[in-house]
């Protein structure tokens, strides 16, 4: 079974701008869930989507959005990109039963300049 | 509010030796859960192993065991026999109530085996 994939791995963008990035869960997954990884604040939950419904939210500023597909595929965006979003974002999906461990992809690495 | 504490920044261990990973947590909830991860370089996060609290034995799979002491609130991770590829950070984390995705992450521990 194919894990979870995150697209791209690597992006540089300039502050002010915008960014999408991409998470394919492991097939038949349908929770997706993202975090943001930084050396000041460590990892932190960003939302989950179950069934393209948002179910959770962290405590970030609305510049970050999620979205999720039919086919259980998930984007974040965000939007008027600032220094402090540089950082390490990881995205995992779960699936059934009662307290299923996340599994996680590789993470996309996002540097704002 | 949830709390999770690594007090062990970096650790050293040989190679064929047992380690434990320090973890104490903060909760007033009942019913949670308790994870760790493993982060090589690479970045992706490694699922090891789970504990409930309701769970009425210590966990285990494979190498990896995990030392929970509820009245201490304490969950700590036991590696046996390490490999050099166990180098990584590891982090502990709880789940929050009523759901399996978000978690509170501790700060981590960075775990070096040497030869």
């Known amino acids: 079974k194919a894990g979870v994939t995150q697209t791209p791995r690597y992006l540089i963008k300039t502050r002010g701008q915008q960014v999408t990035l991409s998470c394919s869960p492991i097939?038949?997954?349908?929770?997706v869930s993202w975090y943001q990884q930084t050396p000041g604040q460590g990892l932190q939950f960003l939302f989950e989507?179950?069934?393209?419904?948002?179910?959770n939210k962290g405590n970030f500023p609305g510049r970050f959005s999620g979205r999720q597909f039919s086919n259980s595929r998930s984007e974040m965006n965000v939007s008027t990109l600032e220094l402090g979003d540089s950082a390490l974002y990881l995205c995992?999906?779960?699936?059934?039963?009662?307290?299923?461990?996340?599994?996680f992809g590789n993470g996309t690495r996002l540097t704002v300049t | 509010a949830q709390k999770i504490t690594q007090t062990q920044p970096g650790m050293f261990v040989q190679e064929k030796e047992a380690v434990t990973l320090d973890c104490t947590y903060d909760t007033s909830d009942p019913s949670y859960g308790l994870f760790w991860y493993k982060q090589p370089s690479s970045g992706e996060m490694i699922f090891l192993i789970y504990q409930g609290s309701y769970d009425q034995q210590n966990a285990t799979e494979g190498r990896y065991s995990l030392n929970f002491q509820k009245a201490r609130k304490s969950a700590n991770l036991v590696i046996s026999a390490s490999q050099l590829g166990d180098s990584a950070m590891y982090f502990c984390?709880?789940?929050?109530?009523?759901?399996?995705?978000?978690?509170?992450f501790g700060t981590g521990t960075r775990l070096q085996v040497t030869l």
């Open positions: 995992a999906s779960r699936g059934q039963g009662m307290y299923p461990p996340l599994h």
């Open positions: 097939s038949g997954h349908r929770s």
């Open positions: 984390a709880m789940r929050h109530t009523g759901t399996a995705s978000k978690l509170t």
């Open positions: 989507y179950f069934s393209e419904t948002q179910r």
